[in-house]
């Protein structure tokens, strides 16, 4: 009886083990969004619309970026949207300026772009040297070419639901959680991060209207930013079905501060020291490692959210060079003075 008492126990005991290893098992890790294969995806759809553009008997769609200064960051980013663009049949040039330049001096250039018929696309890139006021310039900007989606009268128009230039890294995480498939109506959305380029028009995009004439997803939108504790965050996000990771703090979002399923966006850049290697490497604002453990959905750093925004600029520029954000009047005028 003994000898039959000890078996069932390592019967049963086998069983809890099976269970626990089929319940293990059964828990995938997230699915990593591919903000390269993505934005392949959009770079395919500007090319075809460059072409098309182009066949039809108009001038091929120009790109003017204002590069002020020596910030290797800023000279890696201009590079790759200059490779973009010829990638999908844009003309380009980057204009180098010392970082010693003036403001006056800065808004004399960015008028004579302005009124360059041939710029149909400009951009200054940012940062700029302490110096000069960055809304400034932003507002400097024709509205109808500003790709960047900076300009104060394109933000209001965002904001008021309408057609205009959307700023690029937040219309490439609108265009990622589309494209990926993931339901925004109805759902909690949490976007850490409340800055006027990246948090804000994140969190305007996802949760405004669906049935306006610039459609949104329709998403109850929680913003947080650096007063707000981390545990309050924490109360947030563990109830989001969607999490946007924006304020440029590494790891800010860990695992245990997600549900089961969450879809987890990583928008930070941030620089940090690997002890191991003893170089500096890219990582986001969330631990990408543990958190995929858990999340349904979440984007790499790098090769998440940075190749969708050059994407999303390249579909700016054609929109700019066919003057869709144009009134008939000023269509007239630029026509005339081409």
């Given at each position: 009886?003994?000898?039959?008492?000890?078996?069932?126990?390592?019967?049963?005991?086998?069983?809890?083990?099976?269970?626990?290893?089929?319940?293990?098992?059964?828990?995938?890790?997230?699915?990593?969004?591919?903000?390269?294969?993505?934005?392949?995806?959009?770079?395919?759809?500007?090319?075809?619309?460059?072409?098309?553009?182009?066949?039809?008997?108009?001038?091929?769609?120009?790109?003017?970026?204002?590069?002020?200064?020596?910030?290797?960051?800023?000279?890696?980013?201009?590079?790759?949207?200059?490779?973009?663009?010829?990638?999908?049949?844009?003309?380009?040039?980057?204009?180098?300026?010392?970082?010693?330049?003036?403001?006056?001096?800065?808004?004399?250039?960015?008028?004579?772009?302005?009124?360059?018929?041939?710029?149909?696309?400009?951009?200054?890139?940012?940062?700029?040297?302490?110096?000069?006021?960055?809304?400034?310039?932003?507002?400097?900007?024709s509205p109808t070419k500003d790709v960047d989606g900076f300009h104060v009268v394109n933000?209001?128009?965002?904001?008021?639901?309408?057609?205009?230039?959307?700023?690029?890294?937040?219309?490439?995480?609108?265009?990622?959680?589309?494209?990926?498939?993931?339901?925004?109506?109805?759902?909690?959305?949490?976007?850490?991060?409340?800055?006027?380029?990246?948090?804000?028009?994140?969190?305007?995009?996802?949760?405004?209207?669906?049935?306006?004439?610039?459609?949104?997803?329709?998403?109850?939108?929680?913003?947080?930013?650096?007063?707000?504790?981390?545990?309050?965050?924490?109360?947030?996000?563990?109830?989001?079905?969607?999490?946007?990771?924006?304020?440029?703090?590494?790891?800010?979002?860990?695992?245990?501060?997600?549900?089961?399923?969450?879809?987890?966006?990583?928008?930070?850049?941030?620089?940090?020291?690997?002890?191991?290697?003893?170089?500096?490497?890219?990582?986001?604002?969330?631990?990408?490692?543990?958190?995929?453990?858990?999340?349904?959905?979440?984007?790499?750093?790098?090769?998440?959210?940075?190749?969708?925004?050059?994407?999303?600029?390249?579909?700016?520029?054609?929109?700019?060079?066919?003057?869709?954000?144009?009134?008939?009047?000023?269509?007239?005028?630029?026509?005339?003075?081409?």
């Open positions: 009886m003994a000898a039959i008492r000890t078996l069932r126990k390592l019967y049963v005991h086998s069983q809890h083990q099976v269970c626990k290893l089929h319940t293990t098992a059964s828990r995938q890790e997230a699915v990593v969004i591919s903000g390269k294969k993505l934005a392949r995806q959009v770079r395919e759809e500007a090319r075809a619309d460059v072409d098309k553009w182009v066949s039809a008997g108009h001038r091929r769609p120009h790109l003017s970026v204002v590069l002020v200064g020596e910030n290797p960051a800023s000279h890696s980013y201009v590079l790759n949207k200059a490779r973009a663009a010829a990638d999908v049949g844009i003309s380009s040039e980057t204009i180098l300026k010392h970082s010693d330049i003036s403001e006056e001096e800065l808004l004399d250039l960015i008028y004579k772009l302005n009124t360059d018929h041939r710029v149909d696309g400009l951009l200054v890139q940012l940062p700029l040297p302490d110096h000069i006021d960055e809304r400034a310039i932003c507002n400097a900007v933000v209001g128009r965002m904001c008021l639901d309408q057609s205009t230039m959307l700023p690029a890294t937040p219309w490439g995480v609108w265009e990622m959680i589309k494209r990926t498939g993931i339901p925004t109506i109805g759902k909690n959305v949490v976007v850490a991060g409340r800055s006027k380029n990246v948090g804000m028009p994140i969190a305007m995009l996802l949760h405004t209207d669906g049935r306006h004439e610039r459609p949104g997803g329709d998403a109850t939108v929680t913003i947080s930013h650096r007063y707000t504790p981390k545990e309050k965050l924490r109360q947030h996000t563990k109830i989001a079905d969607i999490i946007v990771a924006a304020a440029g703090i590494p790891n800010l979002i860990t695992a245990d501060m997600i549900k089961e399923g969450a879809a987890v966006i990583d928008v930070g850049i941030n620089r940090v020291h690997d002890p191991i290697t003893g170089k500096s490497r890219l990582v986001g604002d969330v631990d990408f490692e543990g958190v995929r453990q858990k999340a349904g959905f979440i984007t790499p750093v790098p090769g998440g959210v940075g190749p969708m925004t050059v994407a999303m600029l390249m579909k700016n520029t054609i929109k700019a060079a066919k003057n869709v954000l144009l009134f008939p009047q000023e269509r007239i005028r630029m026509a005339a003075a081409s």
